[in-house]
């Protein structure tokens, strides 16, 4: 009995990692299928006559002399000035979560240690808000910008998404301060603490994690957003996401896909970086945001 239960679970193991592999290898086929034809031309690797030709490429090799090629990051980076791009990303980014972590950090410790009814209130409120689709909110602050002379700016992007991220900040921050006891304040206080050196020296390196976690999301937020960016910044201050959807514009110019295609290798590949950075951290938050006391 003790051997059959064994050779069950050692089929069952190998069934779970079979199933796991196959899941990893699908999840992973769009980008590496991606990453592989970048360095093709175009005529190979979006071929109708034979899907073959994006693996063997004969067009780029008759092309270029070679069975790979760089022509695609070379005219998305040098020709078409992507880097301007990812600087303007970098820059709403740094700002976005700076700001939407100062005030979510700081927020949600006030209302997890509130003790008033309209606590609630407000965290439903800013839920409504951040449920809304965020095309909403700015249609309805496109006509105040160019009354002020903001529209195209960066700082305008900055301000609108910080606006849309803050109350999922709040709401993710709120939860991950009320698993941590209040005894820690009140011991920090006895201590000779006052509330925002307790919350300093004490809160914020226990649920350092969960601060982590939330700053990964409001950072994907700003680092992939369209619609947002697309509305309010002007051509020369698109942020990368954007800048990928004007290369191919409305009609078809030879190359640019291409162009589009390393782009869209080049804004996927650094999240693939910081995931595996920070994976610990963001699981260790999730789990902390997930489990009382």
């Not at 809304?132 to 700016?153: A, D």
């Not at 191919?248 to 693939?272: D, E, H, I, R, Y």
Request: charged share 10%; proline share 4%.
């Amino acid at each position: 009995m003790t051997a059959l239960t064994q050779r069950r679970s050692t089929a069952l193991n190998v069934l779970l990692i079979g199933i796991l592999v196959a899941w990893m290898l699908m999840a992973a086929f769009p980008f590496l299928w991606t990453l592989w034809g970048s360095f093709k031309v175009e005529g190979d690797f979006f071929s109708k006559a034979d899907w073959m030709n994006a693996l063997t490429g004969p067009l780029t090799q008759t092309e270029t002399g070679s069975t790979f090629t760089g022509a695609g990051y070379h005219g998305a980076w040098v020709r078409e000035a992507f880097g301007l791009a990812a600087i303007n990303t970098v820059i709403v980014c740094l700002f976005v979560v700076t700001i939407s972590l100062t005030f979510g950090t700081l927020g949600g410790y006030a209302l997890s240690r509130s003790t008033y009814r309209y606590t609630f209130w407000f965290l439903i409120i800013a839920l409504i808000f951040r449920a809304m689709p965020p095309i909403t909110l700015v249609s309805g602050y496109l006509p105040v910008f160019f009354q002020w002379n903001m529209w195209g700016k960066l700082s305008t992007a900055i301000i609108v998404l910080v606006a849309i991220n803050q109350p999922f900040t709040l709401w993710m921050l709120h939860s991950f301060f009320k698993n941590i006891p209040k005894d820690l304040d009140e011991s920090a206080m006895v201590d000779g603490c006052n509330r925002f050196q307790a919350f300093r020296h004490v809160i914020v390196p226990v649920m350092w994690p969960g601060v982590i976690t939330t700053g990964l999301f409001s950072f994907l937020l700003a680092y992939n957003d369209f619609a947002v960016t697309a509305m309010i910044l002007s051509k020369e201050n698109q942020t990368m996401v954007p800048k990928i959807a004007s290369f191919l514009g409305t009609t078809q110019t030879k190359g640019n896909v291409m162009f589009a295609v390393a782009a869209v290798v080049s804004v996927t590949a650094p999240l693939f970086v910081m995931i595996m950075v920070f994976q610990r951290q963001i699981v260790s938050g999730l789990t902390a945001g997930a489990v009382k006391g």
